[in-house]
Every structure is written in C-alpha cells, then in structure tokens.
C-alpha cells in the first residue's frame, strides 16, 4: 500500500487580551478654567493594531457631566485622535473593535479624569471576543504530492485553500471563542482528485495556542491524523516525513539573502542564508560552498537544516547566526562574484551577483521565496534585511 505523507500545521491566531494606552493631553488657556466649557484632546495610542480582516474602531466618551462623544475609523495607523473632550472627572472610554463584516473582535473600557495643563498615559486592556484560524499545510516548494486545492470546513463554514510558496494555507473569518468546532478537510490533485481528508475537534481559546511536538521547526501547530483515499481507509500519522538525507537535486536548498558590502571597515559583518525547499531534513556535513572559484567554506559536521526553514550563517562579528566561520570573504566587486553551494561535486545553486543584482554598500540583498524559480536573475532581487523570514520587495 502506498502511503502519503503531509503535516498541519495548526496555528489558532485567537486574539488575546491585549493593552493599547489612551495619551490624554488636556489643555486651558487661563489659570481660571471651568470644566464644561474648556475643552481636551485624547490620542489613542494603537501601536500595531493587527487584527485579521479588520473594519473599524469605535471610541464612545461619556460621564455625567458631559454630552456622549463618539468617534470612529475605517483606517488605523496607529492612534486614533479625539478632541472636544470637556475637562473633569470620570470620563468614560469604551473602545469597539470590528471585523470580517462588522463583527464586534475586542472590546475594553477604561475610566480617567481630564485635567487642564496635564498629560497622562492610560492603558486599556481589550479583551477578546473572538478568534481567527490559520492551517497551513507544507507542500515543498516542488509540491511533489500534487496538491492542487483544498477545502476546510467548520461546523457549517467552508474555507477554500491558497497556496504561497510551497505551503497550503486555509484563513478563517471571526470565531466563536471556547466552543467546540468540528473541523474537517481534503485535499485534491490537479485533476479534483480527493488525496487526503481529515479531521479534528478543535478549540479556540482566548489566548494564543501553543501545542509542541517533537518535529523541529513546528510551534503553534498541532497533528491531524489524516486518512488516504488513493488505496482504501488506511489511517496514517500527518508528519513530516521522517527521510534525513544530504541534498541531491539543483535547488534543494538555494541562497536567499546574501551581506557581501558592508559599511563597516574589514568583512566581520559578512553573512549568507539558504533555504531548504523540500519535505526533508537536509544533511550538509559534506556539503561546502565554492566563491570566486578558488575559496571555499565548508559546512560544520552533523550540520542539519529541517524543512522549509533557513539557515543562517556568517562571519565573526554577525549575531544570532546558526554558525558562525571565519576566513572565507566575499567579494563585492570585479569579476570574481560567482558562488555556489555544493555537496561533493554535485552543485546544489549557484548564482553570480553582478549587476544587476542589488549589490550596494551598507545593506543586504534579499530574495522572496516566490521568486526562486527565476534567483538567477538580478531583478528578483531587493535590498533589504531579513534574516531567518522571507523577504518583501516592494
């Protein structure tokens, strides 16, 4: 019986309670001030407000010595703006905010006074009314299981699947929170062929879910026993597979940002990613990169990079890098600006960086996972800096 081999990775992206801070800054023009004529301004402070499918907020201002004010936003930077509130005591900040088609998401309240000449910082502590959900499936960038669709469903909804370099990914609207849903799914080939079906109980709590096992690179995600169509029920673990090999095809695992030019004097700030497209951990003892067709770095022994995850590596003086090695300089102008990552004598990728490839004094060039097929060619490159998280040309 032939058996397939996927893994969920299930992340509740739930919204937890979360702070954002009211900055009060309230002012009079003389020493004499009555509270009902003179007025204040509030700033919202949001910082970051991410909140999936988002519509808008609402802030209600009242107490009893004072008209309601109220005040709402389509767009939000990150602070929202309110003027005209009188000066005193015991006003009332109620702050709504609303997605997927004016669902209420978070809410929170606080109360504070309003004083002339004085600027405070008050936190509010928004609390969670409902989640979202994210699934996301690792197909490999080569997605050799022929993953074409898939469908998700919950209780009565239904969520078609996208997939974004090498990973199926199913997105939710607003949930209820600490309910029981059933969740259920299939994937399909390209000829809309069921592959896999599955299914699972789930809940989404208040706050972030974090369920580990014991595969590398898979936190926030849990397993789903998945059941293949193709031979019969026959019940399988939906792991990654368990295959621990060094690379063996061109473009198993490629560069994706390189630091050749830094602004620092000397090359101690030097430093290389790659990443591992395939479903397979990746031994690279006896793997080494080749520059300017004379130096060489070999890779440190028992060396592994897991799947689709990156591996970060660079000169003396580069922090938080997987390894770091010393007298290997790449070069940063002439002729000399080939480089090449192999095993053996087997080239895994290979690239040259001249013009026009973004190679510039002081900052990294990058490559967007979605444009490995064509990482050859300068355009699909950028300046940029993003270690270990793929990159965003823009």
């Known amino acids: 019986m032939q058996r397939h081999f996927c893994v969920l990775l299930f992340t ?22 009555n509270a ?13 407000l991410q909140v999936p499918l988002f519509d808008s907020i609402s802030v ?12 709402s936003a389509n767009f939000v930077n990150d602070n929202v703006k309110i003027e005209g509130i009188p000066l005193g005591e015991a006003r009332k900040f109620e702050v709504k905010v609303y997605a997927d088609g004016g669902k209420e ?9 309003i004083i002339a000449n004085q600027t405070a910082i008050i936190p509010i502590y928004l609390k969670a009314l409902s989640g979202f959900l994210r699934v996301e499936i690792p197909l490999g960038l080569a997605n050799s299981a022929d993953v074409h669709s898939g469908i998700l469903f919950l209780d009565t909804l239904k969520f078609q699947m996208k997939i974004e370099n090498g990973k199926g990914i199913f997105n939710t609207g607003a949930l209820p929170l600490n309910q029981t849903l059933t969740l259920s799914l299939k994937l399909m080939d390209s000829d809309g062929d069921t592959l896999f079906i599955g299914g699972k109980g789930i809940i989404l709590s ?8 014991q595969l590398q690179s898979t936190k926030g995600s849990v397993i789903l026993e998945l059941e293949t169509s193709l031979d019969g029920p026959a019940q399988i673990l939906a792991m990654l597979p368990s295959t621990s090999r060094p690379p063996e095809n061109y473009g198993d695992l490629f560069f994706t940002e390189i630091f050749a030019y830094p602004k620092t004097n000397g090359d101690a700030f030097e430093y290389m990613e790659i990443y591992n497209a ?61 480089l090449g990552f192999y095993c053996g004598s087997l ?19 990058q490559l967007p996972i979605s444009n490995f097929a064509d990482r050859e060619y300068g355009t699909s490159w950028c300046l940029g800096f993003s270690p270990k998280q793929d990159a965003s040309c823009q």
């Open 12 to 33: 509740a992206c739930s919204l937890w309670a979360m702070v954002i801070t009211l900055f009060v800054a309230a002012c009079s023009s003389g020493l004499n001030w």
């Open 36 to 48: 009902e004529q003179e007025d204040g301004a509030v700033k919202l402070v949001l910082g970051k």
């Open 60 to 71: 209600h201002v009242s107490a009893e010595s004072m008209k309601s004010l109220h005040i």
């Open 105 to 113: 998401v978070l809410t929170g309240e606080v109360v504070a006074n």
């Open 206 to 213: 208040s706050f972030s879910q974090t369920e580990t096992i």
């Open 278 to 338: 395939t479903l397979d951990t990746l031994e690279l003892s006896y793997c080494h990169i080749k520059h300017a067709k004379t130096l060489i770095l070999n890779m440190p022994e028992s060396l592994l990079i897991p799947p689709m995850e990156y591996l970060f590596f660079g000169r003396d003086s580069v922090a938080n890098a997987d390894f770091n090695y010393q007298k290997f300089t790449l070069n940063n102008s002439g002729l000399n600006l080939d």
């Open 347 to 365: 080239a895994i990728d290979s690239l040259r960086y001249s013009s026009p490839f973004p190679l510039k004094q002081g900052t990294p060039m």
